[in-house]
């Protein structure tokens, strides 16, 4: 770990350790190859890149008589005229001698309004869409247009909405992935979703998922990129949210390692397999920019969204292309969202940009929960999620360095857990660099899970310092009143002034 890393990791509460061996040094993350990192799924799976074959498709087009809800709004004789209209596109390439076909959907729902869309989208060369006409709704069935056949397409009335998929990439962030997928996707970021972060210096692999996009448009981007391809693609009837994973499967080099004997290494990492390590929230939890990501969080729960659009709007000049330099600098010398989105050109998608767009529309209204709400939902909660790993390591390190090993009165347990926090570690001895391969908890906690209880001194004895947990701050996390770290709990929460920020977020963030 460099200085600055090491400063970097002081600031976020990393401050204590379990080793008590001999230490020794080496180079982490010297390239991307030195630091893999395969997220483990809810099932256990550590998850592999090692398909690009596209999910099964249905090859039959759904017929009305095999949907009831559908039957009710189309009757025999429309169905026999959309067929009809299809045959004849198909002969002859041309619609004239066939009228558009409607289907009077007056009363029906939003619900069987898009069935009956989506079954029309089966058809090679029919779109449709709803029209209102003599206090009637209609959909109206017609050919579609060569230049309307890809903006136009739907998603087959029998294919689940959200498509998963494995990531793999090298050299960039989550969020910087993800932008760069809906640029290609010509779709807000918002539409892409995953279930963590991964490190920018390392090489990882992770679900995520996309909502009504076709597998073939996904495996298409591959070509266009070196630094990440998508994989294993399936169809799900629900997303993926931020938490659903089991953890993360880590494969690291350390290079140019300074030690006196090889011994010392093997003592070290025997120690770790023995007595394990604070599973802390590390330095890819809070960004790899200039402005850590728990400070914006810290000032949405104060509220105070000035400073918070600032240090989201923060230069990096080493990563900002010169229209977002200028588009940052109108913000934030002369609070002029409306020319500062004007700079950015409309290919252009990030989270500053989307900001922006936002702040040209409500900055003058003051509705600033409107300007943040402009960015995607996984982001929001990602600074907020930052913050409470910036409190859960201070809590953490607080607890080691009082109380050390052993559990005391007012600890906090689960009663009757059958989960274990369970951990490998293999050793591999070269001439100058060690590898460590390990397997740990993601180490959120959902208490709504679990029951907790806090310990009396006669229960302590009867736990190991593997069984205390942490509750992470949050919505819906009651901190117990006996619990021996609410003190300092509630004094970080003071010093921060967030004492009352995560209930007034209940409908926000989550």
Known sequence: ??????????????????????????????????????????????????????????????????????????????????????NALDITGTDRQCQKVEINVTSANKDIRTKIHRWIGQFDNLQSETIDHDSEKLISVFRTSISDKKRCLRRPYNQAKYTHCVLYKEGLDTTDAISYLSRKLRMQPKYITFAGTKDKQAKTVQRICFSNVDAKRLLAINQYSTHSKLGNFSYQPSHIRLGDLKGNHFKILIRQVQTTSSDEISKAVNSLGDRGFINYYGLQRFGTFKIPTHLVGKALLQMDWL?????????????????????????????????????????????????????????????????????????????????????????????????????????????????????????????????????????????????VNVLTEEESSNYSIYDIIIPLEGIEVKILENYVLKPYHDQLLSVDGVIEGFPNFRHRFV
């Open 1 to 86: 770990m460099s200085k600055r890393q090491h400063r970097k990791a002081l600031d976020i509460g990393i401050t204590q350790i379990l080793n008590q061996t001999r230490s020794f040094s080496g180079f982490l993350k010297v390239r991307y190859s030195d630091f893999h990192v395969h997220e483990i799924d809810l099932t256990g799976r550590i998850l592999h890149l090692t398909s690009s074959d596209l999910p099964p498709e249905e090859t039959t087009v759904e017929t009305l008589d095999q949907d009831s809800n559908l039957m009710k709004w189309s009757s025999e004789e429309t169905a026999k005229k959309i067929n009809a209209l299809q």
């Open 307 to 451: 400073k918070a659009f600032d240090l989201i709007l923060q230069p990096t000049e080493d990563r900002d292309p010169s229209f977002l330099k200028k588009a940052k600098k109108l913000w934030l010398e002369h609070r002029d969202p409306v020319r500062a989105w004007k700079q950015i050109p409309t290919h252009h998608q990030s989270i500053e940009s989307t900001l922006l767009h936002g702040l040209s529309k409500y900055f003058a209204t003051k509705d600033f929960w409107a300007a943040l709400k402009s960015l995607p939902r996984n982001m929001r909660t990602l600074y907020f999620h930052s913050y409470q790993s910036y409190l859960w390591n201070h809590i953490a390190s607080w607890r080691m360095k009082e109380y050390g090993l052993n559990p005391v009165v007012g600890d906090m347990v689960y009663v009757n857990s059958d989960s274990e926090c369970d951990f490998e570690i293999e050793l591999e001895m070269e001439a100058v660099s060690t590898e460590v391969e390990e397997t740990k908890d993601s180490g959120v906690i959902n208490l709504k899970k679990s029951v």
